[in-house]
């Protein structure tokens, strides 16, 4: 399993604030504004990049996603694939990648 580590650095308060109200807004800490902004860059700055495919991190990504949901749905309890996808939404929502909507009947709490 991955570990992440610790990275700190000084920025000015201007930008201290925007990444409080982002952290605000998105209804998460910090550290994950922080770090998504970082995986956003490196991954801007890694595109152009030759790399075999099994070391492309977007490829990485599709098997991910693709092994998950297969696991999910030869799972014994039926009902897991749905909540998986409702809690995913939730959190795409949360931060701020897609637009927030109204509660519906069967939503999670």
Do not use: C
Request: glycine residues 2%.
């Amino acid at each position: 399993m991955q570990r992440y580590k610790s990275v700190q650095s000084y920025v000015p308060p201007l930008i201290a604030d925007w990444i409080a109200e982002q952290s605000r807004v998105r209804e998460t800490s910090v550290s994950v504004v922080v770090r998504d902004l970082l995986v956003a860059a490196w991954n801007r700055d890694n595109d152009s990049q030759e790399r075999p495919g099994a070391a492309d991190p977007a490829r990485q990504m599709v098997f991910l996603t693709t092994a998950l949901d297969a696991l999910l749905v030869s799972h014994p309890d039926a009902e897991l694939r749905k909540r998986t996808h409702a809690a995913y939404h939730r959190r795409l929502t949360q931060l701020g990648f897609i637009p927030s909507r109204e509660k519906e009947d069967g939503d999670e709490d």
